[in-house]
């Protein structure tokens, strides 16, 4: 087991991860910037290590500082959270060149799981179902008009290196294809320097569900049910359960034993996340993210199973603590994110929180690295904070929930927890009838609602 974790991350899951560490008696390093100085991860720490100046590019991401800070403390671990460096191969190379163990998969798949149409070419060979579309990126629009009458419209353009939604387009005609194809193109290259795009049959209502994994980096897998992250807004997650109101027994079991053999067959090692979108029956890949995911407590919840224990386990050469079948199913958890910004607009509303109080009661957790009279910054994430209820059946979470959020207080700030407040309440999301683009248009709902 390692003697000292640098933990290479901000906010709640540096708190997150260090509170996994203090359980495991490793000693704790965190990084931060200026801007984080008070920050909650920084005062209960054993160590920390200011790495640069507030901007993201000059400490969180500059790894430089963060090796050095290693090196410093003596620290044989680096935990890198989700975000910043978590999925980057060249700062995994780097660890493993300088004698560090990095707490999750190879650089090499970080790299085949980070470019989206290598990770599809590999999901297929894996024997995960994909979306029907192009086998590679796609430069012409010649040869973008045969793939899509091939597969039908409307389809959707992707950037090969893209997230979050950018570098990413819907045609519906034929005639919508070229400025899809050339818009694409242009957003990828300015937001990743990289306009490689593919393209894929565009789904009209699924839902996001996405499958929890495990390697043992030497041929065993396993995976920990799906958690369902259909409301989103901009392509972002808001709201996410586990398990999905959409899906069976039958279903989570045929779906996870494919993502389970996957990872075996691929030799992955520490947790992934296989994301699909669903419909009509059907799973269809989208992508696999090659660390831990903002929404993990839901699984964790469901399961009783600390997943970043697992992770250290795993990274210290300790292999899975568990086998499939020890991984049992239990009740139903939602977890909200709680940003700092406007709950209608949405505008980032950082500043100094008066008072902050979390609600509390059985199954109700909070992971949120703030406090009264901390101060947000500017330069980071928005999200201050996580809140997770667990219930026997989702009807109770959805009662524990509704009392939860009742109780949650954060002012001096706006946050999204009206947003929420909101949500719990609507009749679709209490029968869990909702798609990808279900909360888009309810807000789009609310705003006509205001103007009007």
Request: glycine residues 10%.
């Amino acid at each position: 087991m390692f003697q000292k974790i640098l933990i290479a991350n901000r906010g709640e899951i540096a708190l997150r991860v260090l509170r996994a560490c203090k359980e495991l008696g490793i000693q704790t390093v965190v990084v931060h910037s200026t801007a984080d100085a008070d920050a909650m991860h920084v005062r209960l720490a054993d160590e920390s290590v200011c790495i640069g100046p507030p901007p993201s590019r000059d400490s969180y991401l500059n790894i430089h500082q963060i090796v050095a800070a290693c090196e410093i403390t003596g620290a044989d671990a680096v935990h890198p959270g989700y975000g910043f460096l978590s999925e980057n191969a060249k700062f995994a190379d780097i660890l493993a060149a300088h004698n560090i163990t990095f707490i999750g998969p190879s650089g090499d798949h970080i790299r085949i799981m980070g470019d989206k149409i290598e990770a599809k070419r590999t999901a297929k060979r894996l024997g995960i179902p994909v979306v029907p579309g192009s086998d590679g990126a796609v430069t012409e629009e010649k040869e973008a008009k045969r793939i899509a009458a091939g597969i039908g419209y409307p389809v959707i353009i992707k950037a090969s290196a893209g997230g979050g939604g950018r570098g990413m387009k819907v045609a519906r005609t034929e005639a919508d294809l070229e400025v899809a194809l050339q818009t694409a193109r242009s957003e990828a290259g300015a937001a990743f320097g990289d306009d490689a795009v593919y393209i894929e049959k565009y789904l009209e209502k699924p839902r996001h569900i996405e499958l929890q994994v495990f390697g043992d980096g030497a041929g065993r897998g396993v995976h920990f049910g799906e958690r369902d992250c259909s409301l989103q807004r901009r392509h972002q997650k808001v709201w996410e359960e586990a398990n999905s109101p959409a899906l069976n027994a039958e279903e989570r079991a045929r779906i996870g034993g494919i993502c389970a053999s996957a990872v075996a067959d691929l030799g992955y090692s520490g947790a992934g996340t296989i994301e699909f979108l669903y419909e009509n029956g059907e799973f269809y890949f989208i992508e696999m993210n090659t660390r831990l995911q903002v929404e993990h407590p839901v699984t964790e919840a469901i399961t009783g199973i600390d997943l970043v224990h697992e992770q250290i386990r795993v990274a210290s050469g300790g292999g899975l603590s568990v086998r499939q079948e020890d991984i049992k199913f239990n009740g139903h958890a939602i977890e909200c994110r709680i940003n700092a910004e406007d709950p209608r607009t949405f505008t980032p509303s950082p500043g100094t929180i008066t008072h902050f109080h979390t609600p509390g009661g059985l199954g109700i957790r909070v992971d949120s690295g703030v406090y009264s009279g901390y101060k947000i910054p500017p330069y980071y994430d928005s999200l201050i904070g996580k809140l997770i209820v667990h219930g026997r059946n989702r009807v109770e979470c959805m009662m524990r929930l509704r009392r939860a959020l009742d109780e949650f207080v954060v002012d001096g700030i706006k946050t999204t927890l009206p947003l929420f407040r909101d949500l719990v309440g609507n009749a679709d999301i209490a029968n869990g009838d909702y798609d990808i683009h279900w909360l888009e248009k309810y807000l789009a709902k609310g705003d006509e609602v205001a103007n009007s």
